[in-house]
């Protein structure tokens, strides 16, 4: 299988398909990134949308020697996310009665829903760099070499702030009662 | 204490890992790819042409305009033109052949025009095909079916980065040219000798699959596509969505013979 980073240096000579490959590779783990971190479903699909556009937009300007292409996509993510968040920090209020209208009352879906969003709740207590650690690590499925090139840190400093991140994330969840 | 840190540390993993995390929605399975193929075409014709010095792809059409046009005002260049127009794979011209209908894609203004023109080199393949048959010199098989595979993806990716009004008859187009050049195919692989027969089978495959996408993209169903009564609109239609409305039955051709609205007839020969 091609690497993605081989894939990038194809889109960039003009071979859609190769963006096509790509797509497919990261559409999950994009969505789900946009998926934990943002509070409304619509979004993160606009969002991941708008990250792939600008990632074709910009695959000239990848440097495989700097960063791993999954590093370099997921920084555009991250910048695109902080933007965004910024921008809709003064609607935040108006919004909060329309926020993740979840599933269908189906009881199952609707008690996976419910641990989704006592999650997502639970993550929106770290500190934004751990939050963005967990989210890449355990819902993107990347490794520590990709989350630290995404955010500009060490494979040494992730890996401090993923154990951190974990412990708090516990002491988040026993505050609230999870039950497994 | 710390043991007791640790085990929340665990738990909270042991939760993170267990959580179902949903996969991207279907709608941006299906069209998210075209939208922004179509979208990023758009941008960056709006942008204006110095954004070609980013993209390598530009950056050798910028190359390749002068050159050509240099290569061209040599006098044996011309003559180098002729001579390669009938050259088939194997023969020392076919390269140059090639090498001209490349560089004529760089002369082209807009990417439906290089679309078009891909088309037309996948007719020229076949073409080939016909001289390639006849009793002769050794045929390079290999080349020619892996230049038939780069006109037919080139064909149908730029299509895909069409937007949906341009592309619509161009996409009616390609399939009649696909569904021809499978029906060719077919009745050549059955009298093919037996050296040739993998390639060919490749090519019907090849040319099959994409025939069959196509159809698929317009809103075509069923072996006979548009041209018979398999031809079923699709689910998708009127169904709001711009992205899904590529059906040729979306009305856009209404009263116009099918086989008017194609390529042919726009670019006859």
Redesign the interface.
């Known amino acids: 299988m091609e690497s993605l980073e081989e894939l990038a240096r194809r889109t ?6 190769a ?2 490959a790509i ?1 497919r590779a990261l ?2 783990p ?3 990134y946009f ?2 971190n943002l509070a409304l ?1 619509e979004e993160a ?1 606009d969002l ?2 708008e990250v ?2 600008r990632c ?2 910009h695959i ?2 990848y440097d495989p020697r700097k960063a791993p292409f999954r590093a370099w996509v997921f920084r555009i993510a991250r910048n695109m996310l902080v933007d965004h968040l910024r921008k809709s920090a003064r609607r935040e209020r108006k919004d909060a009665a329309r926020r993740d209208p979840g599933q269908p009352p189906v009881a199952e879906a609707l008690e ?1 829903e419910e ?2 969003r006592a ?1 997502r709740e639970a993550l929106r207590e770290l500190p934004a760099t751990q939050r963005q650690v ?1 989210i890449m690590k ?2 993107s499925g990347m490794s520590n070499v990709e989350v630290a090139a995404a955010l500009g840190k060490s494979e040494g400093a992730v890996n401090a702030i993923q ?1 951190r991140a ?2 708090k ?3 988040i ?2 505050r609230r009662g ?1 039950r ?1 | 204490m710390f043991e007791r ?1 640790r ?19 279907q ?3 299906e069209f ?2 075209q ?3 179509a ?2 075409s758009r ?2 014709g709006e942008k204006g042409e110095r954004r070609y010095l ?5 950056m050798r059409r910028v190359v390749a305009v002068p050159l050509l046009a240099l290569l061209l005002l040599t006098g044996g260049t011309s003559g180098l033109y002729a001579a390669s127009a009938n050259a088939l794979p194997g023969s020392a011209l076919y390269g140059s052949k090639i090498f001209f209908e490349r560089a004529r894609l760089a002369f082209t203004a807009s990417p439906s025009s290089d679309a078009v023109l891909e088309m037309k080199y996948c007719e020229r393949r076949v073409e080939e095909l016909r001289g390639m048959l006849e009793p002769g010199d050794s045929r390079d098989w290999e080349r020619w079916l892996r230049e038939y595979r780069r006109n037919l ?1 080139r064909a149908e ?1 730029l299509l ?2 069409l937007p949906e009004s341009e592309s619509r008859d161009l996409f009616l187009g390609f399939e009649s040219t696909l569904s021809e050049q499978a029906e060719f195919l077919e009745e050549v692989l059955a009298g093919a000798p037996e050296a040739s027969r993998p390639i060919l089978e490749e090519a019907y495959a090849e040319c099959h699959g994409r025939m069959m996408r196509v159809r698929m993209r317009c809103g075509m169903e069923g072996e006979n596509g548009c041209h018979g009564e398999g031809r079923q609109p699709s689910g998708d239609e009127g169904s709001g969505d711009p992205q899904r409305q590529g059906s040729p039955g979306g009305g856009g051709g209404a009263g116009i013979p099918y086989r008017l609205q194609g390529i042919r007839v726009l670019f006859p020969g």
Do not use: C, M
């Not at chain 2, 980013?54 to 530009?58: L, V």
């Open positions: 960039a000579d003009g071979d859609l398909e963006f096509g797509y559409l999950d994009l969505y789900r998926f934990w479903r699909e991941t949308e792939f556009t074709l937009a000239g300007d996976e641990r989704r999650v967990v355990y819902f154990h974990l412990r994330l516990g002491d969840l026993e999870w497994e | 840190t085990e929340k540390a665990r738990r909270a993993e042991e939760i993170l890992r267990g959580i179902q995390s949903p996969p991207a929605p709608n941006l399975r998210g790819l939208r922004i193929t979208r990023a941008a960056s980013r993209h390598p792809a530009r993806s990716l895909e980065t």
